[in-house]
């Protein structure tokens, strides 16, 4: 089955600087990257996706880009500010088996 | 919407105990997912439900867990008897179409403690 593995598992930025979590994959059969983030005491939320055909997707301060052939995607957080502070979880999923696979979460801290 | 709705959203119960959580998915998914969340494994799929059959439950870890879907709208995970090391947090998912053009849509969880 698919492997996705995230780093770092913490981080901590400025408030401003920008952010970056990092995700790869082993199934080259995977064609849909969601993020999510997780604030204490929720459920994981949805914040942006990328589908294998689109190399970059932006929405205001957040961005994902996608390698298919390293096999690898990143968030990318602009601007931080501390409510952005959670743990962030990558997936990937392989269309056939309606199957998600999760990294193991990065926890962002954004010091004011 | 209300989104995914979760129920309880905290269970302390001892060993041995049944537990019964609940899931109402968003109105229209036709697929459920229950997840386990825990700081060792992380997020674990249990099992899922498409038009309330139950499609895969390999992830379920052993007989004592159960999940039914009797309608559209409601689904329970049933664990029993409960043990120390079913203690997480347990995640109800709901999609239109998962992995094709819809992300999971995740309730906040049950906080489950077995003591």
């Known amino acids: 089955g698919e492997n996705v593995e995230q780093h770092p598992s913490t981080l901590s930025v400025q408030e401003g600087d920008s952010a970056v979590i990092k995700c790869t994959y082993s199934?080259?059969?995977?064609?849909?990257f969601p993020w999510y983030k997780q604030e204490l005491g929720k459920g994981p939320q949805l914040i942006i996706d990328i589908r294998s055909n689109v190399g970059e997707k932006k929405d205001q301060r957040i961005a994902v880009t996608l390698n298919k052939t390293a096999k690898h995607f990143s968030l990318h957080i602009t601007e931080t500010q501390p409510e952005d502070s959670a743990v962030y979880f990558c997936a990937a999923s392989i269309r056939i088996g309606n199957q998600f696979y999760f990294g193991t979460g990065t926890s962002l801290t954004v010091i004011p | 919407d209300a989104g995914v709705i979760q129920s309880p959203r905290h269970e302390v119960t001892e060993m041995g105990q049944e537990v019964t959580l609940r899931c109402k998915p968003i109105?229209?998914?036709?697929?459920l997912f229950w997840y386990r969340q825990t700081m060792m494994r992380g997020l674990e799929l249990l099992i899922y439900?498409?038009?309330?059959?139950?499609?895969?439950d390999s992830g379920m870890p052993e007989d004592r867990f159960s999940a039914k879907m009797p309608n559209a709208s409601f689904s329970t995970l049933k664990i029993q008897p409960s043990e120390p090391r079913d203690s997480a947090v347990y995640f109800c998912a709901s999609s239109s179409s998962p992995g094709l053009t819809g992300p999971l849509h995740f309730g906040n969880g049950t906080r489950l403690t077995v003591t």
């Open positions: 439900f498409n038009n309330n059959v139950p499609i895969d």
């Open positions: 109105s229209g998914h036709d697929y």
């Open positions: 199934d080259s059969a995977s064609n849909y």
